[in-house]
């Protein structure tokens, strides 16, 4: 569903991402994880060319994101992107927040775009939170507004950059639980997390980076108890 293959970035002369290749198929759900700087989110936003790349190829169910002839705008319908810092637009109520692009972008009529968005908002545990403005939510129901917008374009993939590390603690939960229902649904995703137990529960592949490379890959199981490199060892001895 989502195969790079070679991808280099680069900001100045400062070199991001080396060589990444890595092949997710549909309905995998794998955790990117290693420490700042490693080239997490660069690596996500690459993947619905939020970041251009210098050379290399990204393909989203078939559709090269960054080839030249591919309209963004329409291969990102099929892509739903959630930021740590939520991201919604603070003048437009959760409802409206989550029915905008589905109408704007898809063409669906108000009624449509209201029914879909009230049956994700409930199915996310807001179904008394349609009219609120993001500045009346907590952080914990911002954050599922946003999983419930993206999700509204019906997207094929859904991508994760830290999507609890801007989150007070008691909330972590009801977020994840979100994702844990997504992936029993079998969406296919990419989620950059410091939620080892996490990851170590939901995920089907364990993506290991470290200074721009992916250093080892492996299966859940495998990696918490016993990674390959030394890098891995390293990384896991300081955050579990
Ligand atoms: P991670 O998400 O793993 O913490 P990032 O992808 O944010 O890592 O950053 C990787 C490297 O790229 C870091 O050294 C960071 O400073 C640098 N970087 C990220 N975004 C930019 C940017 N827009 N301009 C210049 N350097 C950047
Ligand atoms: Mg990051």
Known sequence: MISIKNVNKSFGDHHVLTDVSLEIPKSNVVALIGPSGAGKSTLIRTINALEPIDNGEITVDGISIHDKKTDINVARTNIGFVFQSF??????????????????????SKEAAEKRGKELLVSLGLGDKFDAYPSRLSGGQQQRVAIARA???????????????????EM??????????L????????????????AKEICDE???MAEGKIVE????????????????????????
């Open 151 to 169: 999700l509204a374009m019906d997207p094929t993939v859904m991508l994760f950059d830290e999507p609890t590390s801007a989150l007070d603690p």
């Open 87 to 108: 991201n919604l637009f603070p003048f437009l109520t959760a409802l409206e927040n989550v029915t905008m692009a589905p109408m704007k972008v898809k063409g669906l």
């Open 206 to 208: 364990i993506v290991f």
């Open 172 to 181: 972590v939960t009801e977020v994840l639980d979100a994702i844990r229902k």
């Open 217 to 240: 890959r492996a299966a859940p199981s495998k990696f918490f108890t016993n990674p390959d490199t030394q890098r891995a060892q390293d990384f896991l001895s300081k955050v579990l």
């Open 183 to 198: 992936a029993k649904d079998g969406m296919t995703m990419v989620v950059v997390t410091h939620e080892m137990g996490f």
